[in-house]
């Protein structure tokens, strides 16, 4: 039996699997900082919702999501004020690379008490 061959199948093995390996690392870091991203401007949304007088923060929001995060993520945004409080509801996935397709479905629920004078 000739076995010649079998180290460079070895390396060539050993090297795709650290590529998927690192590739795959690098999708979930990236996963959590955009749903702390977009946490963060949930968080933002609602308390400027939250202000005196303030108008609906629709715009606003999905402005800042579509500058912050990348073109491909899809969001659902959901906005109510029930008099006392100012709430904003997010529901986003973003995408993944090769056979993971759309990963990281989430929801972001965040809500402000609204200033009265």
Do not use: C, W
Not at 51 to 72: C, I, K, T, W
């Amino acid at each position: 039996m000739n076995d010649s061959g079998s180290a460079v199948v070895a390396g060539v093995m050993n090297i795709a699997l650290a590529t998927l390996i690192t590739l795959s690392v690098l999708a979930l870091a990236l996963s959590g900082y955009y749903s702390l991203v977009i946490r963060d401007v949930a968080i933002d949304s609602a308390s400027k919702a939250a202000r005196f007088g303030a108008g609906n923060q629709h715009d606003y929001l999905m402005q800042r999501l579509d500058v912050s995060v990348p073109e491909l993520a899809s969001f659902k945004v959901n906005q109510g004020n029930d008099g006392q409080l100012s709430h904003v509801v997010v529901d986003y996935s973003l995408p993944g690379f090769g056979l993971l397709g759309e990963f990281n479905l989430g929801r972001v629920s965040v809500a402000a008490a609204t200033e009265r004078l």
